[in-house]
């Protein structure tokens, strides 16, 4: 079975076209192996996960940012569930980001999103991001077009200064088509342990989608950059979505040449060196 996804596949490249409705989201071809295969594979992958994290974490020099995007539905929750489900904590963080609040209004629409960005040794997931300024803004209008147009470029400049100190960045968009989100829909309308995740106005930006797959494409293609790019990943099927994210996660990672610091051999207090003692047999533990 083959294993390597060859993520290139779903990379967008700078200046590429972007027509979302000629990209099969329930397409699985890239893996040789049915659900059952995926999920081995996923546990895999995930197993390599969580030694990269702790590196990172320890090495403290480089900093990882995961922007999950996508329609309602779209997987982004079950993507954090699934793909960082055995990394330590401590060095993994979620940022949400919701209706802004009176504070974040008063400033501009990155202001909120900068505070939230990963520090050094750091992974930070976006669920949901900046690019819900050209995205949900656009689509109703909550800002006219001579506003939300320069913030491709403002959002390509921003990321630039992330990349340039030491932050990789990753954005995912999570593709599936309105039959799959209805399908999703309803199985949370019939299962009582998910009606808390249904939203009726969730439901209802479905009459919206042709206006967000328009904006999504222009997104897409316009904010993809070498040190930022964007991965249209199918996610119809849970299994495979979660399989391309988290190889690319481990590749990215894999490919800092991180290492562990040196031994501090300098002794707390004095400045000495530290100096390795033989045990005298009379001293040694029982």
Same mark, same amino acid.
């Given at each position: ?80 569930? @699934? !793909?960082?489900?055995? &990394?330590?904590?401590? #060095?993994?963080? %979620? ?9 974040? *209004? ?5 202001? @909120? !999103?900068?505070?939230? &960005?990963?520090?050094? #040794?750091?992974? %930070? ?9 050209? *995205? ?6 909550? !800002?006219?077009?001579? &506003? ?139």
């Amino acid at each position: 079975m083959s294993r390597d996804l060859h993520l290139n596949r779903y990379m967008v490249g700078p200046g590429s076209k972007v027509r979302l409705s000629r990209i099969d989201p329930g397409d699985t071809s890239a893996f040789k192996g049915d659900k059952a295969d995926g999920e081995k594979a996923i546990d895999s992958i995930i197993k390599k996960l969580d030694p990269l994290q702790e590196l990172l974490y320890a090495e403290h020099k480089h900093k990882l940012l995961v922007v999950l995007q996508g329609m309602d539905s779209s997987g982004k929750d079950g993507t954090i569930r @699934r !793909v960082f489900e055995g &990394v330590n904590p401590e #060095g993994v963080r %979620v940022a949400h980001f919701g209706l802004p609040s009176a504070e974040e *209004l008063d400033h501009d629409y990155l202001w @909120r !999103v900068h505070k939230q &960005v990963p520090g050094k #040794g750091e992974i %930070v997931i976006f669920n949901r991001s900046h690019y819900e300024s050209v *995205l949900v803004e656009r689509v109703h209008g909550l !800002v006219p077009e001579k &506003v939300w147009s320069k913030r491709y470029r403002q959002i390509v400049d921003f990321e630039r200064m992330l990349n340039e100190e030491g932050t990789t960045i990753l954005k995912f968009f999570l593709h599936i088509d309105k039959q799959e989100q209805e399908k999703r829909f309803q199985d949370r309308l019939k299962n009582p342990a998910k009606h808390w995740k249904f939203s009726q106005l969730d439901y209802d930006e479905r009459s919206y989608w042709k206006d967000y797959t328009s904006a999504y494409e222009d997104a897409l293609e316009r904010t993809s950059a070498d040190g930022a790019p964007w991965f249209i990943v199918p996610s119809n099927h849970p299994w495979f979505r979660d399989l391309v994210v988290s190889q690319a996660i481990v590749k990215s990672l894999e490919g800092l040449g991180m290492r562990y610091p040196k031994l501090d051999t300098e002794k707390p207090g004095d400045g000495g060196p530290l100096k390795e003692t033989k045990t005298k047999q009379s001293d040694a533990p029982l």
